[in-house]
């Protein structure tokens, strides 16, 4: 079977989508770039706000309105979020399965079930999360490496731990063994993200291991790691002054604060109040390496 997707929403979802088009590759089906020319299409979504869920809804009606895709599968966040509404009899009748991420390994499947006329829910089925080779779709010098998934945060303005769950640390010897198919497909810089790339470990390990994670990547023949989503109050001083020493490592930190008022903070029950976070910025502009800030901020 020929088969496309369509990946909505952050950098974490591509991720997940890419290993879903390995899962398509290794249960025997093609993999096309056209719509006009899929039997069946993926369309990941998002549905971390209502604009995002509008723009999911309004592509999952797009691609129902082709008249050669016989199969519309609808994975990922929306699903995840919404699944009762739109797995209800009067739901969202354009898809013929529902997935959420922890059934991608089951798409092979999936794909066999709808050719038999079959209508398909699968969730929470806990199943495979690693594929033998991930479809990076990137440009060629670079791909996404996910160290977790959920979060456990609980800011009060974001919906990812309902939708995601609890902060999911992937094993170190997991992420180099992905980390070294990437670098064979000729991808030069890596990119870790997760909802919160700073806290990684904590669940696993006991502790943050994301140094120790760094430390294996870059034996890695990379010629460059970046970071994204470091949260202010786990940009501790040793992990600034990692970057700043390590060649391979991008001299950028993404460290969303949304907001510089201490009451606005902790009714988003932030743990960082306007002192700490100028006190995070001064120690990283005091590197001589000069680290580049970018953030995120509600107005």
Not at 199 to 214: A, F
């Amino acid at each position: 079977m020929k088969v496309g997707a369509i990946s909505l929403g952050c950098d974490k979802n591509r991720v997940d989508t890419e290993r879903l088009l390995g899962f398509v590759l290794e249960a025997g089906h093609q993999i096309v770039n056209n719509i006009d020319e899929a039997d069946a299409v993926i369309v990941n979504t998002c549905a971390f706000l209502q604009s995002a869920v509008k723009e999911s809804l309004d592509t999952v009606f797009d691609v129902r309105s082709h008249q050669n895709v016989k199969y519309l599968i609808v994975a990922g966040c929306l699903p995840m979020r919404y699944l009762s509404e739109l797995s209800a009899e009067d739901g969202l009748k354009e898809a013929d399965a529902l997935l959420d991420n922890s059934c991608y390994d089951r798409i092979g499947e999936v794909l066999d079930r709808l050719q038999k006329g079959e209508k398909v829910v699968l969730t929470n089925a806990g199943g495979r999360e690693r594929v033998k080779e991930r479809v990076v779709t990137t440009p060629y010098h670079y791909a996404y490496l996910k160290v977790s998934d959920g979060c456990d945060n609980k800011c009060t303005f974001c919906a990812i731990p309902g939708i995601r769950g609890a902060y999911k640390s992937t094993p170190i010897e997991s992420l180099v063994k992905e980390a070294e198919g990437l670098v064979a497909q000729g991808v030069k810089e890596l990119i870790l993200v997760a909802q919160d790339v700073t806290r990684y470990g904590t669940d696993l390990y006991g502790e943050p291991k994301l140094i120790d994670l760094l430390k294996a990547l870059t034996a890695l023949p990379v010629d460059k790691i970046r970071l994204l989503y470091c949260y202010p109050d786990m940009c501790t001083d040793e992990l600034v002054d990692y970057i700043d020493a390590e060649p391979k490592i991008a001299k950028y930190i993404d460290m969303p604060m949304q907001h510089a008022s201490d009451g606005v903070l902790k009714r988003m029950n932030r743990r960082d109040d306007r002192a700490s976070l100028l006190d995070r910025i001064a120690y990283i502009r005091s590197k001589k390496s000069d680290i580049a800030i970018r953030s995120t901020f509600m107005v």
